[in-house]
């Protein structure tokens, strides 16, 4: 079993459209959870932070941690064509100096015009 | 403010051959990880430099090597190159607790 589970998608949605995306986690060691946005052939951008559980709002971005549940999600809101992409949760049990990075496998989204 | 950067963007190398793929990070960031990523997967972290020390490794095998220098600058390093090597080499750099990543080098391995 992977540490982290992530639906690959494709995720098609119409323009508008509330997006949500989801990772379920294995280890309750991890702490800091991150969502990154790739586009094709580019380096992931990080979108999100967040430590422990809770909910953290970024413009059209909202972030929730449930650590009870091994349970974190994404929503987009009023998404847009520019926001195809493939996202990606991150994850890690320590912060620090070594703090390495667990990811899921990606949900490739596509917001259709 | 520059952020992480990468070289080369690309490179085509046949199997056995030797590489060398190189980082530079962030401005004020010390840290610096190397992952692969292979098509259609999430990445996967192969090793992090901190004060010119390997720091933590992941589930890499020797062949894969890497080099921190004064500057913060990175080197990673494949020998005897195999065709599942053939990925996306991410290169991040670390401030506090969040890694910012570079464009990538992609690898293809004939």
């Known amino acids: 079993q992977k540490e982290v589970e992530q639906d690959p998608g494709p995720l098609s949605v119409p323009e508008g459209a509330i997006v949500s995306l989801n990772c379920t986690y294995s280890n309750s060691a991890f702490q800091y959870f991150m969502w990154y946005r790739q586009y094709s052939r580019k380096g992931p951008e990080l979108l999100m932070y967040?430590?422990?559980?809770g909910n953290k709002e970024d413009g059209r971005f909202t972030a929730q941690v449930d650590k009870s549940s091994k349970y974190i999600s994404l929503f987009i809101r009023d998404s847009q064509p520019s926001d195809s992409a493939t996202y990606l949760c991150?994850?890690?049990?320590?912060?620090?100096?070594?703090?390495?990075?667990?990811f899921g496998t990606g949900t490739l989204l596509a917001v259709q015009p | 403010d520059a952020g992480v950067t990468q070289s080369p963007t690309h490179l085509i190398k046949t199997r056995g051959q030797q590489v060398t793929l190189r980082c530079s990070p962030k401005?004020?960031?010390?840290?610096v990880s190397w992952y692969q990523q292979a098509l259609g997967q999430g990445p996967q972290f192969i090793f992090q430099?901190?004060?010119?020390?390997?720091?933590q490794r992941g589930n890499f095998p020797d062949r894969f090597s890497g080099h921190q220098f004064p500057n913060y600058s990175s080197e990673l390093n494949v020998n005897a190159l195999l065709l599942g090597d053939s990925a996306l080499y991410l290169c991040?750099?670390?401030?506090?607790?969040?890694?910012?990543f570079g464009p990538g080098t992609r690898l293809t391995v004939l």
């Open positions: 967040t430590y422990s559980s």
């Open positions: 991150a994850m890690s049990a320590r912060g620090g100096a070594t703090n390495k990075l667990i």
């Open positions: 991040a750099s670390r401030k506090a607790d969040t890694q910012y």
């Open positions: 430099y901190y004060e010119e020390e390997e720091r």
């Open positions: 401005s004020g960031h010390d840290t």
